[in-house]
Structures are given as C-alpha cells and as structure tokens.
C-alpha cells in the first residue's frame, strides 16, 4: 500500500523560511513525477513545485525564485524548501505522487 506522509510545516513571520518534506512508503511501479500542491481556505488547490523521474523540475510564477524542490530517492523523500515567505503562502502543502497517490497535508502559516 503506498503512503505518503509530509512534515515540516509550522507558523512563521513573513519572510521567513521552511522545509517541507514527504515520504513515501510503498511500490510505485513505474516511474513518476511528484509535486507539492497546496489549498489557502475558500480557494482551490493548485499546483505549486514539481520534479519528474529526470529530476527536471517546474514551478507556480508565485513561487519561482523562492521554492525549491528535491528529492532522494535513497530516502524515497521529496523536499520543498520554501524562502522568502509571504503571508499569501499560508495554506495546506500536499505531496503528490503520480497525482494517483497524496498525503494528508501539512500546514504552512504565515503571518505579516
């Protein structure tokens, strides 16, 4: 059965950071992308930082410049390193794998 758990978020000021990480247990058999999405209350959610199987990566304008994404697959983990935050970042962070396989979420607040 494939899991995947997040961690990592928490409250911090404006331009701030954080590092969110997601792990994942379990076979996927055949090679896939992964990605960070995330859902602000009242809005939808939305694709933030992606990472295929050759590790090219792909990024929300809102983000870019700001947000990193990795993984390792020695620690079948996946990070989003997030810079510079703003309050308008505050939102549930999820992890995807394949968009067939998601975490529950973890919660990023940012305040001014």
């Known amino acids: 059965r494939v899991r995947l758990v997040e961690s990592g978020g928490g409250s911090v000021q404006s331009g701030g950071s954080l590092r969110l990480a997601c792990v994942v247990s379990g076979y996927i058999r055949n090679p896939y992308a992964m990605g960070w999405f995330r859902q602000a209350p009242g809005r939808e959610r939305e694709g933030v930082a992606s990472i295929d199987a050759s590790d090219h990566t792909d990024y929300a304008d809102s983000v870019k410049g700001r947000f990193t994404i990795s993984k390792d697959s020695t620690k079948n983990t996946m990070y989003l390193q997030m810079n510079s935050l703003k309050p308008e970042d505050t939102a549930m962070y999820y992890c995807?794998?394949?968009?067939?396989?998601w975490g529950e979420g973890t919660l990023v607040t940012i305040s001014s």
């Open positions: 995807a794998a394949g968009l067939a396989y």
